[in-house]
């Protein structure tokens, strides 16, 4: 049996994740691992699919879904995690699917949604530290980061990046502003020049094409004035025209009428083709009076070239030209404002760069005093993990103001006594990267609302010596979170309160992956295999190995209580 959680281990979490359900993803066929509080830890041999889960627990956080993940011969691959939340009855599930075909689908619960609203729900509550993420810990902004984190710095961040943005902003208004005074007035003489022409021009909407047709009739003026002489003359000359001829018939339909009244209404309605015919010769008679009374075509053609101009100039129509005169007026009257805006500008500049400075140097002291914690804290922890001369120190240098501070960050290992701090990326073996990662992870337990924790690989560059601290550092970390630690060493699987063996078999001539969890025997076998290295997973391991085993499981579970006693 492996040692049994102690006491207060992660008795207290409301959230975390219950089970991992993976169908079709790369080797696995089909897996479910269902994960209890505390440490649980990971084992089985090279290339039998260890890491998978972790990109199967990555696919529902919502990382970007790789077709080529899904198993070779299946249509999509399925993930499926159930988390532990609080204020609810069932748990929360959380659903990602990847087709071969290249296409991804995200579900909470019965709801389909976006890979980007799955990673904000899940996000929070799980965090995986992997080779990666260890990577991130030499660069300086994820120091900075985590010094924020850990100071509980957001109030600040957000006060200087709203400060800065302030002052960003103005001084980009304040170098659009024209500096040069003959530029400026260049520019309104052109603003006002504009306005002036569009103005006296006094162009009303469908001028051109109102020009363009009264041109088309003066053009037929001849064929017009023959066409409306012949009309006139056919409706109103005397005895043969139109109109006289209709008069005659309507005096004599009024006869016939008198005689027989059946004949009132045809009489009325020659009446009204009597008026008509007036009406259209009058209309007729004025419309020719009209044309011949109208402005010349030298200046219709005058007018349109006038129009013609402006449209080239400012706008395709008409409505056009009108709007950017009034755009123009407008515009010469802001830039005749311009020093007057300026002025102000230029002084607000100054109130906004002073703001900000204060906001960055309230920060900047804060990081101060949380850097010296946390190099105090982390020094202790890596004292924990078997670096016990090792001494982390956070050392800030002034910056550049930004959204961010006044200062850059960096993390410094003294690895031994008399040695100077350097920055992480120039000291730091494999080994000491992991144990410092894990050191920081430590340090940072109590600050870190994330309520699980995933380490891949976080014994990479561990030997078995130093393996033990740090398997009694996650152990320690098992109290304010749940832990799942992917792992090769059984000094560190041996702390694990759950211990699950990932295999690879070949089923119909197909390799699968399998997943168990190991109690009693088999996990001391297990322990035993991975002290005896790959070669025991063949042969077997031997009786030195499994005594090795027992004795560590003892071991652990006796670090494990005296932890709790000490923490009671």
Known sequence: M???????RAAALVTRLLELAVEELALIERLRIRLGPGFTVIT??????KSLLIDALGLVLGVRADPGLVRAGAVAARVEALFEVPDRDEPLICVREVAAAGRSLARLDDETVTAARLAATTGPLVAIHGQHQQQRLLDGAAQRDLLDAYGGHAGLR??????????????????????DPAELERRIALAEHAADEIAAAGVRPDEVRELRAALARGAQAGSIDRLVASVGSRLSEER?????????????AQELARLDPRFAPLSERIEGLAAEVEDVAADLRRAGEADAAGPVEAALEERLSLLYGLLRKYG?????????????????????ETEALRAARLADDARLVRAADAAAAQLGEARQVAGARLGRAASTALAALGLRQA?????????ELGPNGADSVAFELAANPGEPARPLADIASGGELSRVSLAIESVLAGADAT????FDEIDAGIGARSADPV???????????????????????AHADHHLLIEKQVEAGRTVTRLRALEGEERVRELAVMLGGSASRTAGPSAAAIATARELLERARLGSVATARGTS
């Open 2 to 8: 492996g040692p049994a959680p102690p006491e207060g």
């Open 44 to 49: 089985g041999e090279t290339g039998a699919g």
């Open 158 to 179: 957000a006060a200087v990046a709203a400060a800065f943005g302030a002052w960003q902003d103005n001084r980009a208004a304040l170098a659009a502003l024209i500096d």
């Open 240 to 252: 043969s025209g139109a109109r006289d001829s209709l008069a005659m018939a309507a005096r004599e």
């Open 316 to 336: 395709p129509d008409e409505a056009a030209v009108v709007a950017h005169g009034d755009a123009a007026r407008a515009e010469a009257r802001r830039l005749r």
């Open 391 to 399: 001494h982390l120190s956070v050392a800030l240098v002034a910056t």
């Open 451 to 454: 309520p699980t924790l995933v």
């Open 471 to 493: 398997g009694q550092a996650l152990g320690r970390l098992a109290a304010e979170h749940q832990v799942v630690v992917v792992t090769h060493l059984a000094q560190i699987a």
